[in-house]
Nanobody, 124 residues
Framework: QVHLEESGGGSVQTGGSLKLSCIISGYTPSNPCVGWFRQALGKEREGVARITSRGDATSYVNPVRGRFTVSRDNSKNTVYLQMNSLKTEDTAMFYC?????????????????WGQGTQVTVSS
């Protein structure tokens, strides 16, 4: 069973930065491909970014491209989401999700394992 735990959320003002962490534990035959998702109040969950199991490829959705950076340190079993130039519309619960395999997409159905989420609030 794979367990994921997010941390690093908080409250910041517009233009600020936060760095989220996703710690992966439990038995995995290989490093999972990991995606970051967010869900704002009253809205559907949406994919934000993803990184392959070896960290050699990343993808982002248009609203965050150029502001968010996903990375990983497999020696620490941790995936990060650096968020810069935050906007009020980034306010949401952020989740990391894992899929055993080298590749993963930006849709929820791609993932098997989910963390509990960490809240990000951006105020003007």
């Amino acid at each position: 069973q794979v367990h994921l735990e997010e941390s690093g959320g908080g409250s910041v003002q517009t233009g600020g930065s936060l760095k989220l962490s996703c710690i992966i534990s439990g038995y995995t035959p290989s490093n999972p491909c990991v995606g970051w998702f967010r869900q704002a109040l009253g809205k559907e969950r949406e994919g934000v970014a993803r990184i392959t199991s070896r960290g050699d490829a990343t993808s982002y959705v248009n609203p965050v491209r150029g502001r968010f950076t996903v990375s990983r340190d497999n020696s620490k079993n941790t995936v990060y989401l650096q968020m810069n130039s935050l906007k009020t519309e980034d306010t949401a619960m952020f989740y990391c999700a894992g899929r055993i395999g080298m590749w993963c997409g930006l849709t929820s159905d791609d993932y098997t394992y989910w963390g509990q989420g960490t809240q990000v609030t951006v105020s003007s």
